[in-house]
């Protein structure tokens, strides 16, 4: 059974960081693009940032580049997401999603799994 278990979520002042963890297990995802999205209240899903698990290509949203990083613990099957320069903006329940998505990766709906989401908030 696949489960994608994310963590690290919280509350931060405009500017500051968090780091999220996504813990995979159930499969090998070395084939898979892992991605993070996210949903503010009233808004639909976008999409984040996404990783190619097995050659470590990374691809994100203009709104959080420069800002976020996306990575990768093989030997830990965890994929983890620096925020840094956090904006109130930014606040939104995350999503770790994984997926053989290719090309598609922008689009949540190519992802074959979800994990149960993470609250972050960024006050002004």
């Known amino acids: 059974q696949v489960q994608l278990v994310e963590s690290g979520g919280g509350s931060v002042q405009a500017g500051g960081s968090l780091r999220l963890s996504c813990a995979a297990s159930?499969?090998?995802?070395?084939?898979?693009?892992m991605g993070w999205f996210r949903q503010a209240p009233g808004k639909e899903r976008e999409f984040v940032t996404a990783?190619?698990?097995?050659?470590?290509?990374?691809y994100y949203a203009d709104s959080v580049k420069g800002r976020f990083t996306i990575s990768r613990d093989n030997a830990k099957n965890t994929v983890f997401l620096q925020m840094n320069s956090l904006k109130p903006e930014d606040t939104a329940v995350y999503y770790c999603?994984?997926?053989?998505?290719?090309?598609?990766?922008?689009?949540?709906?190519?992802?074959?799994?979800w994990g149960q989401g993470t609250q972050v908030t960024v006050s002004s």
């Open positions: 999603a994984a997926g053989y998505v290719g090309s598609g990766y922008r689009f949540g709906g190519n992802y074959d799994y």
């Open positions: 990783i190619r698990w097995s050659s470590g290509y990374t």
């Open positions: 159930g499969r090998t995802f070395s084939s898979y693009f």
